[in-house]
């Protein structure tokens, strides 16, 4: 049973910056995509980021183009999302997910798995 659980999320100031976990179990991702996505209020889910498990390539969407990171951590199985320079927007909860793509996706549809999702609320 695939399980991804996100942390990290909470309260932030705008400015600041966040740092969120994902902890991935129950498969080899080796030869998965990961992704962060989010879902702020009243709107729709929405690409952040993505990377393959065993690679470098990147990609972020242009509303966090230059302020995210996305990583892979040297604890076993996580990855992490850090943004800086946060801005209200940002307030969403925010996802992990997990997929077998052949290229870096910000499609929704593409990945398997998913975590249940960690809050972040920007105060202004």
């Known amino acids: 049973q695939v399980d991804l659980v996100e942390s990290g999320g909470g309260l932030v100031q705008a400015g600041g910056f966040l740092r969120l976990s994902c902890a991935a179990s129950?498969?080899?991702?080796?030869?998965?995509?990961m992704a962060w996505f989010r879902q702020g209020p009243g709107k729709e889910r929405e690409f952040v980021a993505a990377?393959?498990?065993?690679?470098?390539?990147?990609l972020y969407a242009d509303a966090v183009k230059g302020r995210a990171v996305i990583s892979k951590d040297n604890a076993e199985n996580t990855m992490s999302l850090r943004i800086i320079k946060l801005k209200p927007d940002d307030t969403a909860v925010y996802y992990c997910?997990?997929?077998?793509?052949?290229?870096?996706?910000?499609?929704?549809?593409?990945?398997?798995?998913w975590g249940q999702g960690t809050q972040v609320t920007v105060s202004s």
């Open positions: 997910a997990a997929g077998v793509v052949g290229s870096l996706s910000m499609w929704s549809r593409d990945y398997d798995y």
């Open positions: 129950g498969h080899t991702f080796k030869s998965y995509v």
């Open positions: 990377r393959r498990w065993n690679g470098v390539s990147t």
